[in-house]
């Protein structure tokens, strides 16, 4: 326990959060939930299939003759070889090493070296997961059973000239990189711009692709406050500087996505999410998807987005080279001397405290309450698909959908003195359905 009362995760029960494979209590729980798997301009119509892997399992992805996305397991069913050596064609992918042929809903079509009018080929039931595709993104549904309704948040109601998307590579468990999101305190000084630094006298772009904005030059006090919703964890942080006092609401949605300020469009117009999604227990990618409400985006936002990572997604700054900190840099330009790039920055702090952080060594401070009410929720989670109940945020009914325009976003200088409480009110967001203290 913190003197706040705030309890450490067991090692235990971290393992039950890291641990993402086939069969582990946390990976099942993920797997009731709909997850990207890759974006839409990595399978181009017509393009070869694409081998992946998620939630610890070896994956092909593919578009059939007519399409249709499928999502195989990526070893063969007859002999093991890997299927994204296949050809597309004839209704499905065909393994090279004996011709065995699948469609996307894992059926075997064809075995053409088994005896004429063997129906060996209708018992093979090969690995198959849905997949749903939209805003440039292709989701899938890992889990047993009918899939949920694929969640309509609000980034996916706007016309799609509205929204951006993009993935990043990150080496630690998923859990590190949501935690980060989750944390607003960080915001305040990891991605700090000095005084006169070249990155606000200049038009460079800052780690969302917009030019490059200074925070207070002071060092903020903080207060915040969390509560419980239908969607996750909603977060209220309250930031005082000697100028001026800010209130910024960010939403833990469970199971591994974050809404919060950011991305191209103003403050109020608009948001992003991030979906840290489970490659295997120590590596994951991160999905960032934002969109603006009023109008389309400037063009030259996706394209400076694109540019702060490789064609493989991956960032050339990278725990391998030290994410290239330049220590003068660090004295007159940036409190982290990594370029005025957030991801960067964010990678930094989640990729170094291990691929697997050891997290009954923390120390929870009263900044933390959001992170500690997202774990317990998650936890509980766990503990629901083991009973056979649906963990929450997981929908079956249609007029459940609107609620979800119940994530609120925001970013803005208050009045001094306003609580949480009155800024709620004010501002007309649905309360939650716990209050959590801090």
Known sequence: MTERGQRMLKKEENELLT???????????????????????????????????????????????EGRLGLLGLHCSHRGADLSYGRLEDGGIRCLYHGWLYDVEGRCLEQPGEPAGSTFHDRIRHPAYRCH?????????????????????ELFRVPDDNRWVHKQYHECSYLQGNE??????????????????????????????????????SL???????????????????????????????????PLTCAVPGGPAPPGDGYLMNWHVPIDDTHHWRFSMAFKRSGPLDPNYAQARASVTDET????????????QDREEQKHDTYAGMGPIFVVQDAFATETAGEIQD??????????????????????????????????????????????????VTSEQVPVGTTWEQYRVQRGVTFGAIGIED
Not at 142 to 152: A, K, T, V
Not at 221 to 227: D, G, L, N, P, Y
Request: aromatic fraction near 8%.
């Open 19 to 65: 641990r993402v494979g086939p069969g582990t209590p946390g990976g099942e729980m993920l797997r009731r939930y709909w997850q990207p798997a890759a974006l839409s301009v990595e399978l181009p119509p017509g393009g070869p299939p694409v081998p992946l892997r998620l939630l610890g399992e070896g994956l092909v992805m593919f578009r059939d003759q």
């Open 133 to 153: 595709e939209v805003a440039g993104v292709i989701f899938t549904y890992m889990g047993p059973g009918e899939p949920p309704l694929f969640p309509n948040y």
């Open 180 to 217: 980060g999101n989750i944390d607003s305190i960080h915001v305040r000084f990891l991605h700090r711009y000095l005084p006169g630094s070249r990155f606000r006298r200049s038009r460079e772009l800052d780690g969302e692709g917009r030019p490059a904005r200074p925070f207070d030059e």
């Open 220 to 254: 903020p006090s903080s207060a915040s406050r969390c509560e419980e919703t239908h969607f996750g964890v909603r977060i209220y942080s309250l930031h005082d500087t000697h100028a001026a006092t800010y209130m910024r609401t960010t939403n833990f949605v469970i």
């Open 313 to 324: 997604f991956r960032s050339p700054r990278n725990k391998a080279n030290r994410y290239l």
């Open 359 to 408: 997290r009954s060594r923390e120390h929870l401070a009263a900044s933390d309450a959001g992170l500690a009410a997202a774990r317990r929720m998650m936890l509980r989670a766990i503990k629901d698909v083991q009973e056979d109940r649906d963990p929450p945020h997981v929908i079956r009914r249609p007029e459940d959908q609107d609620r979800l325009l119940e994530i609120s």
